[in-house]
Nanobody, 129 residues
Framework: QLQLVESGGDSVQSGGSLRLSCLASGLDYRAPYRAWCLAWFRQAPGKEREEVAAIVTDGDHSYANFVKGRFTISEDSAKNSLYLQMDSLKPEDTAMYYC???????????????????WGQGTQVTVSS
């Protein structure tokens, strides 16, 4: 069973940076890391969960408009890990950030096509003004 564990959340001031990590475990030869499509979501108190960034195979990764140019998603399959580099953080970026995974059919297409069915517990990011 795939398990996702996020880390790297913290409290920072506006304009600061953080790097979130998501470690995938429970992988085996039938479902190695490359068999999954991964993404980052977030949810602020009182708000619905929203897409942040997603891996797209052989193309530009998917980003929500509100993070374009500030956040960068990347992965290291050798380490079974997904990352989110967050720069120029704003108070409105305050939220619980979740790593999510879905089965890869032939490639990762990103938001709107890939379905993410496994979720981590989240890591809290708090940005103060």
């Amino acid at each position: 069973q795939l398990q996702l564990v996020e880390s790297g959340g913290d409290s920072v001031q506006s304009g600061g940076s953080l790097r979130l990590s998501c470690l995938a475990s429970g992988l085996d030869y039938r479902a190695p890391y490359r068999a999954w499509c991964l993404a980052w979501f977030r949810q602020a108190p009182g708000k619905e969960r929203e897409e942040v960034a997603a891996i797209v195979t052989d193309g530009d990764h998917s980003y929500a408009n509100f993070v374009k140019g500030r956040f960068t998603i990347s992965e290291d399959s050798a380490k079974n890990s997904l990352y989110l580099q967050m720069d120029s953080l704003k108070p409105e970026d305050t939220a619980m950030y979740y790593c999510a995974a879905g089965v890869k059919l032939n490639k990762c297409y990103g938001f709107g096509i890939d379905e993410y069915t496994y979720w981590g517990q989240g890591t809290q990011v708090t940005v103060s003004s």
